[in-house]
């Protein structure tokens, strides 16, 4: 299997309901809640663009794009 | 195309409360929609009333809002006047089950092609958390403060007792079998059932004291476990998840043509 690398990381704060699914259940540890309580990847060096993430979130907000290389 | 080339995205952010399962339904329905390379022309959906079925607005497709429980029998109709036509119907338990419990298995007897997703939150969401027929024994609701004493209904027995050909269960924590199982299900050519477990945090996550969002993925993800595993063989109690009927039999609108055929070769002589 290609290896898969993130591109870009997308969070559509307008959408997002800060349940904290996203931070919750994140391999890597990449998201954070930001103080009005909306996430924030943070950590994107660590992210292995698995995009639990965006499958997860009730909220549709958030958007991975992955490169494959 | 991308996730949100399928979305009416004028009414997002969506009506749902923070950490409700149904966006993940909806997630994972449009992932599958998007790896099974239909048109939205191709798709129709039709819901009835609930929190859940509020998911037709969202998607853009051809859309049904209809009333509550009946959305299988306009979802018949649909298929019968349109039978290329692939018609989705997401449902909630009550929904599905109680106000239309008799659709349900009739559609089911049947096997007329088309997907029932029933997102399975055990609660009435929309009016204010009053038990439903997937609640279960022992639950607590806003009619039922002191204990709920009625028994829980099966969707995956249930379903496959009426006859439906295509019957599976998967919950919101495991995404990538919520989209799979969609998939399998709308290419099956028979009545298939996909029951997706959804947290309804706001009600029945608050008067059962199971915490919120984050641990009730959680309680799906440890009292889950896929049929035949050896978890399920040491601990009864897990609910399985994956494909429990998966079969053959005539379709209806196949054998509804047939009839058609009949009739006008009987009327040409």
């Not at chain 2, 992932?31 to 609930?50: D, F, T």
């Not at chain 2, 009550?94 to 559609?107: E, Q, V, W």
């Not at chain 2, 029951?195 to 004291?209: A, D, I, K, M, W």
């Not at chain 2, 969002?213 to 998840?241: H, Y």
Request: proline residues 4%; neutral net charge.
């Amino acid at each position: 299997m290609a290896k898969r690398k993130l591109k870009e990381h997308h969070i559509q704060r307008e959408w997002c309901k800060g349940c904290g699914i996203c931070v919750a259940f994140c391999p890597k540890n990449v998201l954070e809640m930001d103080s009005s309580d909306k996430a924030v990847a943070v950590r994107l060096e660590d992210c292995i663009a698995c995009e639990m993430c965006a499958l997860r979130c009730p909220d549709l907000a958030i958007r991975v794009v992955v490169e494959k290389c | 195309m991308a996730v949100k080339d399928y979305l009416r995205e004028r009414f997002f952010p969506h009506m749902w409360c923070p950490g409700c399962g149904h966006g993940t339904v909806l997630n994972g329905l449009i992932r599958a929609v998007e790896k099974l390379g239909m048109s939205k022309n191709e798709i129709v959906m039709v819901s009835g009333i609930g929190c859940s079925s509020r998911i037709s607005g969202y998607v853009d497709f051809h859309t049904l809002h209809t009333l509550h429980g009946r959305a299988l029998a306009f979802a018949t109709g649909i298929k019968l006047s349109k039978p290329e036509l692939n018609v989705i119907v997401p449902m909630g338990d009550g929904d599905a089950l109680a106000i239309g419990g008799n659709h349900f298995i009739h559609a089911a007897r049947r096997n007329i092609a088309m997907t029932a997703l029933v997102m399975n939150n055990r609660i009435y969401g929309m009016t204010g958390g009053q038990y439903s027929p997937l609640s279960g024994y022992g639950t607590v609701a806003t009619t039922a403060p002191f204990s709920n004493i009625d028994q829980g209904f099966d969707v995956v027995k249930l379903a496959s007792a009426a006859g439906a050909t295509f019957v599976a269960r998967t919950t919101v924590y495991h995404v990538h079998e919520v989209s799979d199982l969609i998939q399998q299900a709308v290419l099956h050519d028979g009545f298939s059932v996909v029951e997706v477990l959804s947290q309804c945090p706001t009600y029945f996550g608050r008067h059962n004291r199971l915490g919120g969002p984050v641990e009730m993925l959680q309680w799906f993800k440890d009292q889950t476990t896929r049929i035949g595993s050896k978890a399920a063989a040491e601990n009864p109690e897990l609910i399985q998840r994956g494909i429990f009927v998966q079969e053959d039999r005539p379709e209806y609108c196949t054998e509804y043509d047939k009839v058609i055929d009949k009739a006008m070769a009987a009327v040409k002589g």
